[in-house]
């Protein structure tokens, strides 16, 4: 039996390519031709100026936090339901995350929720595009602006994704992305700073090389990191970037089969893409409810003997026992919808190179175990 991945990367002929072009004339580190090419290819995607490569979108996370030195006693406030690494990079600068709840269509942040957590520490809005679903940037950079606080976007899921006709990494004062290899794009592992200030921008670029002093080698400014890309890494990033409109228009024609194939079976909720916004559709996220029959759990075990992959929703990070024990949530804190959703949302195969039969293949059989359920509980 055939088994459908959830999500796999599609590489090409100009990747081999380019990565073999590295390897023959010896620029294998983070200096050569691609680093530049790529960065600059990526900041004209997202119609911004500057675009900074680092080794993963957790790095390229620190990094953007670090150039706007945020440290020890401020506080950012981001959303509970994420991946971990959204809070480990506000942790690696000693700041305070302050978790904030989510909206149930969207599984955004809220903004409501976040005007609730801000006190006289808060320094920053850490906002997470989910699963390629833009946050609703309107009201997140009103309270930003208000709140005199920093905008972070962590784009890691999202690239190409437009709220209001503008891509996503623009809206706040830095960002960061993923190319991780179930990411939109991939370079193995790697990520990328997206900012249009200067200033910014060019602290994150002396930061992520050691802190060197550019004016003279071997005198650094401050505590410097290693977050360089390999041009190899960039040379499979060139060649990705090149068909990064094709993937996302694929993402979204795979969604919108998925959406009229699943639409009729009762229980299953799925993902939206609220007006003004372009989806991208890294995972295609559904949630079960009552009316379904089985469990999220129950699903995902029938579908892996039918040889499709899924996965659950993220747990949340204020059910994190250890951030528990760092204090990042107390008890008195609750979080509704995110609870709501991590116990009964799951992706489906969700893979650019997903093939129209895979996802006719998948929903039938959801279908029939729908059914099957239904029978059965009809009998008793
Ligand atoms: C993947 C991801 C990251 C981290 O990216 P890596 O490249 O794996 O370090 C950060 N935030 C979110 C929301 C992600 O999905």
């Not at 080698?217 to 290693?226: C, D, K, P, V």
């Not at 996802?359 to 175990?369: E, N």
Request: with cysteine; glycine share 6%.
């Amino acid at each position: 039996m055939r088994q459908i991945p959830v999500c796999e990367p599609v590489l090409g002929r100009e990747e081999l390519k380019n990565v073999a072009d590295c390897l023959k004339t010896n620029w294998i580190s983070s200096k050569g031709k691609y680093i530049q090419e790529f960065e600059k290819g990526f900041a004209k995607f997202c119609n911004a100026k500057y675009a900074i490569a680092t080794t993963s979108g957790t790095t390229a996370l620190h990094l953007a936090l670090a150039s706007l030195g945020i440290s020890k006693g401020d506080e950012v406030i981001l959303p509970t339901f994420t991946m971990a690494a959204t809070v480990f990079s506000v942790l690696y600068t000693q700041a305070k995350p302050v978790l904030a709840d989510i909206e149930l269509d969207t599984f955004n942040i809220n903004p409501a929720e976040i005007e609730k957590k801000i006190t006289k520490r808060t320094k920053a809005i850490l906002i997470v595009h989910l699963y390629g679903h833009p946050c609703e940037m309107g009201p997140i950079m009103d309270i930003a602006k208000n709140n005199k606080l920093f905008l972070i976007e962590d784009a890691a899921e999202s690239h190409g994704a437009e709220h209001m006709g503008r891509k996503v990494g623009t809206f706040g004062d830095i960002s960061a992305f993923s190319f991780y290899a179930n990411k939109i794009i991939t370079t193995g592992e790697g990520g990328m700073v997206v900012t249009n200030n200067k200033t910014l921008a060019k602290r994150a670029k002396i930061l992520k090389d050691m802190a060197f002093d550019p004016e003279k080698r071997f005198l650094h400014l401050e505590t410097g990191f290693n977050y360089r890309m390999t041009n190899i890494q960039a040379a499979i990033g060139l060649a990705q970037l090149k068909k990064i409109n094709d993937y996302i228009n694929r993402r979204r024609h795979n969604a919108f089969l998925y959406n009229q194939l699943l639409e009729n079976i009762a229980g299953i909720v799925l993902p939206t893409e609220r007006l003004r916004s372009k989806n991208v559709y890294w995972m295609y996220a559904i949630l079960l409810n009552k009316k379904f029959g089985f469990s999220r759990d129950e699903l995902r075990k029938h579908l892996m003997q039918r040889g499709i992959e899924t996965r659950d929703f993220f747990i949340p990070m204020h059910r994190q026992p250890f951030f528990k024990k760092l204090g990042i949530s107390s008890i008195r804190e609750s979080f509704p919808i995110a609870d709501d959703i991590s116990s009964r949302g799951l992706y489906l195969p969700s893979g650019t190179g997903l093939k129209v039969n895979d996802i006719q293949y998948i929903a039938k059989q959801i279908k029939a175990l729908h059914k099957l359920v239904k029978n059965e509980n009809y009998a008793y």
